[in-house]
């Protein structure tokens, strides 16, 4: 990484610490998210500036504790009690805005991508269709809450389109990874993404996206829910 323009690292990471703001405000200046999220980036910090993620030749593969862990947490909020209360009481609001950090991530891929570190395939030049989440989210964001007049409806496939997206992205990226299950551009592998500050991509930024995503669908599924009971009452 070290051929890299400075300007790619640093755009990458104030994306990164913009998410991660973003999120905090979501969680009501949870401290405890934002401890835990500062102290699991200075650990793959760590392990990414060793070089620990580019040996791909390991067995096991290293580049999936990147991203097992965030998925563990993220499955440990939805199946406790305490999980779902601190997920009911996110601000959809602010994780709707939220989504606008996947602009500078799609440009950050190109970038990444002119400098062959990643395929072009996980650009908006190629498979990844991403960006659009980022585009739209302002439109939602005014129209969901703003400006109410988008329907619950609306607001519901937006989260499950956008939540599409980042599902084929992400599955494209991790197939693109020099691994033994890699399945795609074994021509110009994914390899970005195993080096510092990339990793922060699929161990921050991407878990808290989904996590976005996924909490606001829970929200208005429940408001749904509740406004179904409260017509048959």
């Not at 991508?113 to 996980?122: A, H, N």
């Not at 020099?178 to 074994?186: W, Y």
């Amino acid at each position: 990484m070290d051929n890299l323009p400075i300007h790619i690292n640093v755009v990458f990471g104030i994306t990164t610490f913009l998410t991660v703001w973003l999120f905090y405000k979501a969680a009501h200046n949870s401290k405890t998210f934002l401890l835990l999220t500062m102290a699991w980036l200075a650990i793959q910090s760590v392990i990414g500036i060793s070089g620990f993620y580019v040996i791909t030749s390991a067995t096991p593969p290293r580049f999936p504790l990147l991203i097992i862990p965030p998925l563990l947490s993220i499955i440990a909020l939805f199946v406790t009690a305490k999980g779902r209360k601190f997920l009911d009481g996110l601000d959809a609001k602010t994780m709707t805005i939220l989504h606008t950090v996947r602009i500078p991530v799609e440009i950050v891929l190109l970038w990444l991508s002119m400098y062959q570190m990643v395929p072009k395939l996980m650009t908006f030049e190629g498979r990844n269709f991403d960006i659009v989440s980022g585009i739209t989210a302002p439109l939602v964001f005014y129209f969901g809450y703003v400006k109410p007049t988008l329907s619950r409806n609306v607001m519901l496939t937006w989260n499950i389109v956008c939540l599409g997206l980042l599902i084929n992205i992400v599955t494209n990226a991790a197939l693109s990874v020099p691994a033994p299950f890699q399945k795609f551009a074994f021509d110009q592998p994914n390899i970005g993404i195993l080096h510092f500050p990339i990793i922060w991509l699929p161990c921050c930024v991407v878990p808290i996206v989904l996590l976005s995503h996924l909490a606001t669908i829970r929200q208005l599924l429940y408001k749904q829910s509740v406004s179904i009971n409260n017509k048959r009452d």
